[in-house]
Nanobody
Framework: QVQLVESGGGLVQAGGSLRLSCAASGTIFSINNMGWYRQAPGKQREWVAGITRGGSTSYADSVKGRFTISGDNAKNTVYLQMNSLKPEDTAVYYC?????????????WGQGTQVTVSS
């Protein structure tokens, strides 16, 4: 089992910054295949950023250059540094971990943390 707990959300003005954290526990071997998604009101959940055990990162075009995902393997924690925030970044942000077992994909989710960006 995997448990993910997000923290760091809040209210910020446009142009400001926030740092989200996702602490993983349970049957965890690394922060491999972890990432962040977000869901705005009335919209589908969308992928934001991902990281592998080796530190390779990837980003959605909408956040590239503004958000940075990083991880600490020793702490089983993944971070999302969000700079130059825009009102359209307002959403509930979810931490995600993907594991594969016998070719079957398993997705684990945190409870989400609200990020609100005021204009």
């Amino acid at each position: 089992q995997v448990q993910l707990v997000e923290s760091g959300g809040g209210l910020v003005q446009a142009g400001g910054s926030l740092r989200l954290s996702c602490a993983a526990s349970g049957t965890i071997f690394s922060i491999n295949n972890m990432g962040w998604y977000r869901q705005a009101p009335g919209k589908q959940r969308e992928w934001v950023a991902g990281i592998t055990r080796g530190g390779s990162t990837s980003y959605a075009d909408s956040v590239k250059g503004r958000f940075t995902i990083s991880g600490d393997n020793a702490k089983n924690t993944v971070y999302l540094q969000m700079n130059s925030l825009k009102p359209e970044d307002t959403a509930v942000y979810y931490c995600n971990k993907v594991r594969f077992n016998s070719g079957i994909r398993y997705d684990y989710w945190g409870q989400g943390t609200q990020v609100t960006v005021s204009s």
